[in-house]
């Protein structure tokens, strides 16, 4: 199930490709809005979202997909059981994050809470998403638009 690089952009036009990411995109959404205006009473922007914020979210989107998922995965699935193939790409896409984690001060936070599970999760669902619409830009979108979230609620 190996992807071309001509075909990592997608071949398909068919609307019904997209629609797992569209379905993502309203879970992402409810993910972060329904606790924070439960919390406030109110949906409240985080005071250090900026426009620098917003553009390292959406860069760190582009960049880790290209590795994770446009490099990585693609080059593993050449061979191998999908689900083997994303697990593993799932535990080097969390263990990416652990030096970030440590620097400031929150990895044992993280590996405490959910938040190392729900990374996984992501990895998963941005892993699927790119196998389902054969296309780079949908996982691209994905993890662009959950960081933009991250850094804005």
């Known amino acids: ?3 071309k690089k001509s075909e ?5 036009k068919k609307a019904v490709d997209y629609i797992p990411m569209c379905i993502f995109i309203i879970l992402f959404t409810a993910w972060f809005l329904i606790p924070n205006y439960y919390q406030n009473g109110t949906i409240v922007i985080n005071r250090s979202f900026n426009a620098e914020a917003a553009l390292s979210a959406i ?8 590795v994770f998922r446009g490099l990585l ?3 593993a699935l050449k061979d191998r059981r999908t689900w083997v193939v994303f697990s593993g790409n799932a535990v080097m896409f969390l263990l990416i994050h ?6 400031e001060g929150i990895f044992v936070t993280y590996m405490t809470n959910i938040v190392f599970l729900q990374l996984i999760a ?7 998403t790119f196998v389902k619409s054969r296309n780079i830009l949908t996982a691209i979108i994905l993890h662009a638009y959950w960081d933009l979230l991250c850094c804005m609620l």
Do not use: K
């Open 122 to 128: 992501l990895s998963l669902i941005f892993s699927w």
């Open 98 to 103: 652990f030096p970030i984690w440590i620097r």
């Open 1 to 3: 199930m190996f992807f």
């Open 73 to 75: 995965l693609n080059s």
């Open 8 to 12: 990592l952009l997608g071949n398909s």
């Open 59 to 66: 860069f760190a989107g582009i960049t880790e997909e290209m």
